[in-house]
């Protein structure tokens, strides 16, 4: 096949701190990519926020030098076929209508100028999980429902939208395809992040919009996350569609291939995110967990649900260690330093900066390293603070067994952290089941890819997909006895006691 007649797919990666724009080959390999990276405002303590016309700034740069550095291997952008969408969940733009400009700054996703409204809601609500089981979320900071009622309760610009009918509520996939194709939609992974979809219906559920205060013709449609959504109006891309979307967590399940029921995947980023997708029906967590919509992949396809836990803290312990303590000058040096011991040496590192997520749910949990004694080198610190993330992943796990009643064969791994063949070792150790990491890493810019060029026939079955997603993996598998397993998981649940109740 000649150059002009090969066939590609873009992917927009919009995340919290940058924008890549990736194009893909029908093998599912990068041909070219470029990153802008741009900075969050921090207007006052706990306060995150972005102008969201800088974040579409931020896409066409991307765009433009992906498309430049891909014409410069002989290519056009004319083959691109289609584009994906993968971004950053429940961080929440606000704009108008008639004038196509946002309102005010978007409200990013871990923002907490929310807290005293949540805690407001809760007690007009009686719990926190009071809709639980319409959109499986609880009343927190984290979702796009209390970003809009705040930007309704405290933004005259949104209050004045509202009065004259042309208010419109979106989260960052909305903005980028309004913008970038006049068309007003969400898919249904993005949507199940607001607290306002019905998991069920897939519809805006009236209960919840009239609980948080928002009118449906404020909200945009609801879509699958594989199909034609529109066509990009003007630039590099001009007449191209847009036909794949999904939030970013639910992207890099569909770019590992986690397509069957009891498949689940971890992405170590700065946190952790882990989905485990339990196949056609919802799943409401009595363990901790989040229920969310793992993707649909056409308008006539049927839905896959997941159960999601998180861990507020991975990467960033690392980088904390780095810049803070400077226990390692770079983030690399911390497998060779981890693997200069045997083991922990009795040290634990739970990494509560902020509390701890799921299962545990204690926002009054802090960090702390205990086991301490005057035989405790760098290495051993090194070591505990990637088992950290290992042993809260294996918490997370046992939360999804019991609430799925399905065991896991294999974890999909994902993200920074699995660059270090240590900390996956120390992960297949401490779960005791494979642990398969892709030789390409960039799933979550891949799922969207695959969406895409399903949705416009570019590739015409999961199956396809999944021989892609899978083509190149490495696994690791336990090497420790059950007995050793055993004594590690028990020191971890008293340190993790240690933690509690001081905040």
């Given at each position: 096949?000649?150059?002009?007649?090969?066939?590609?797919?873009?992917?927009?990666?919009?995340?919290?701190?940058?924008?890549?724009?990736?194009?893909?080959?029908?093998?599912?390999?990068?041909?070219?990519?470029?990153?802008?990276?741009?900075?969050?405002?921090?207007?006052?303590?706990?306060?995150?926020?972005?102008?969201?016309?800088?974040?579409?700034?931020?896409?066409?740069?991307?765009?433009?030098?992906?498309c430049r550095r891909f014409n410069s291997l002989g290519f056009d952008a004319s083959q691109i076929k289609t584009v994906g969408i993968t971004n950053q969940r429940?961080?929440?733009?606000?704009?108008?209508?008639?004038?196509?400009?946002?309102?005010?700054?978007?409200?990013?996703?871990?923002?907490?100028?929310?807290?005293?409204?949540?805690?407001?809601?809760?007690?007009?609500?009686?719990?926190?999980?009071?809709?639980?089981?319409?959109?499986?979320?609880?009343?927190?900071?984290?979702?796009?429902?209390?970003?809009?009622?705040?930007?309704?309760?405290?933004?005259?610009?949104?209050?004045?939208?509202?009065?004259?009918?042309?208010?419109?509520?979106?989260?960052?996939?909305?903005?980028?395809?309004?913008?970038?194709?006049?068309?007003?939609?969400?898919?249904?992974?993005?949507?199940?992040?607001?607290?306002?979809?019905?998991?069920?219906?897939?519809?805006?559920?009236?209960?919840?919009?009239?609980?948080?205060?928002?009118?449906?013709?404020?909200?945009?449609?609801?879509?699958?996350?594989?199909?034609?959504?529109?066509?990009?109006?003007?630039?590099?891309?001009?007449?191209?569609?847009?036909?794949?979307?999904?939030?970013?967590?639910?992207?890099?399940?569909?770019?590992?291939?986690?397509?069957?029921?009891?498949?689940?995947?971890?992405?170590?980023?700065?946190?952790?995110?882990?989905?485990?997708?339990?196949?056609?029906?919802?799943?409401?967590?009595?363990?901790?967990?989040?229920?969310?919509?793992?993707?649909?992949?056409?308008?006539?396809?049927?839905?896959?649900?997941?159960?999601?836990?998180?861990?507020?803290?991975?990467?960033?312990?690392?980088?904390?260690?780095?810049?803070?303590?400077?226990?390692?000058?770079?983030?690399?040096?911390?497998?060779?330093?981890?693997?200069?011991?045997?083991?922990?040496?009795?040290?634990?590192?739970?990494?509560?900066?902020?509390?701890?997520?799921?299962?545990?749910?204690?926002?009054?949990?802090?960090?702390?390293?205990?086991?301490?004694?005057?035989?405790?080198?760098?290495?051993?610190?090194?070591?505990?603070?990637?088992?950290?993330?290992?042993?809260?992943?294996?918490?997370?796990?046992?939360?999804?067994?019991?609430?799925?009643?399905?065991?896991?064969?294999?974890?999909?791994?994902?993200?920074?952290?699995?660059?270090?063949?240590?900390?996956?070792?120390?992960?297949?150790?401490?779960?005791?089941?494979?642990?398969?990491?892709?030789?390409?890493?960039?799933?979550?810019?891949?799922?969207?890819?695959?969406?895409?060029?399903?949705?416009?026939?570019?590739?015409?079955?999961?199956?396809?997909?999944?021989?892609?997603?899978?083509?190149?993996?490495?696994?690791?598998?336990?090497?420790?006895?059950?007995?050793?397993?055993?004594?590690?998981?028990?020191?971890?649940?008293?340190?993790?006691?240690?933690?509690?109740?001081?905040?």
């Amino acid at each position: 096949m000649s150059k002009s007649d090969q066939v590609f797919v873009g992917a927009i990666d919009q995340g919290t701190s940058s924008t890549r724009f990736l194009i893909f080959d029908v093998k599912g390999q990068i041909v070219a990519s470029h990153q802008c990276e741009y900075q969050n405002y921090y207007a006052k303590a706990g306060w995150v926020e972005k102008d969201p016309s800088e974040i579409l700034e931020s896409v066409e740069t991307a765009v433009v030098g992906a498309c430049r550095r891909f014409n410069s291997l002989g290519f056009d952008a004319s083959q691109i076929k289609t584009v994906g969408i993968t971004n950053q969940r429940e961080t929440t733009v606000a704009f108008d209508i008639e004038t196509g400009e946002p309102l005010t700054n978007a409200i990013i996703w871990n923002d907490v100028r929310t807290k005293e409204l949540v805690r407001k809601l809760i007690d007009e609500a009686g719990s926190a999980s009071r809709f639980a089981s319409i959109n499986g979320l609880p009343i927190t900071t984290y979702f796009s429902a209390v970003k809009m009622r705040w930007m309704l309760e405290n933004v005259p610009e949104v209050k004045a939208a509202r009065e004259r009918g042309t208010l419109r509520f979106g989260t960052i996939d909305t903005w980028l395809i309004y913008k970038l194709t006049g068309a007003y939609v969400t898919d249904v992974t993005n949507a199940s992040r607001t607290m306002l979809m019905d998991l069920k219906t897939f519809k805006w559920s009236q209960e919840c919009l009239d609980f948080f205060g928002v009118q449906e013709s404020e909200l945009p449609e609801v879509r699958s996350s594989a199909e034609v959504y529109g066509t990009i109006k003007d630039g590099r891309l001009q007449g191209v569609p847009i036909s794949g979307c999904l939030g970013d967590q639910q992207a890099a399940m569909v770019g590992q291939s986690c397509f069957e029921a009891g498949e689940a995947k971890n992405t170590y980023g700065t946190g952790c995110f882990m989905l485990f997708n339990t196949g056609d029906q919802p799943i409401f967590s009595k363990n901790g967990l989040l229920t969310t919509v793992g993707y649909q992949l056409g308008p006539n396809a049927v839905p896959k649900y997941a159960l999601e836990g998180s861990i507020a803290v991975a990467g960033s312990a690392i980088q904390w260690l780095r810049d803070m303590v400077g226990l390692v000058s770079s983030a690399s040096e911390m497998g060779s330093l981890s693997d200069s011991v045997e083991d922990n040496g009795g040290v634990y590192f739970v990494t509560a900066f902020s509390g701890l997520f799921a299962p545990y749910w204690r926002d009054d949990a802090r960090g702390c390293i205990v086991g301490l004694t005057q035989y405790a080198t760098r290495g051993h610190i090194a070591r505990a603070t990637l088992e950290s993330v290992c042993y809260q992943t294996r918490a997370i796990l046992d939360a999804m067994r019991k609430d799925s009643g399905t065991d896991l064969r294999r974890l999909r791994v994902d993200g920074g952290m699995t660059n270090s063949d240590q900390a996956m070792q120390i992960q297949a150790d401490i779960l005791d089941i494979e642990v398969v990491r892709p030789e390409m890493r960039e799933t979550t810019a891949l799922g969207a890819a695959l969406a895409a060029g399903l949705g416009a026939g570019v590739w015409e079955s999961e199956e396809e997909l999944r021989r892609i997603a899978q083509s190149n993996v490495s696994a690791f598998w336990s090497r420790i006895t059950n007995d050793k397993r055993d004594e590690m998981l028990q020191g971890w649940e008293k340190a993790v006691e240690r933690s509690f109740n001081w905040a």
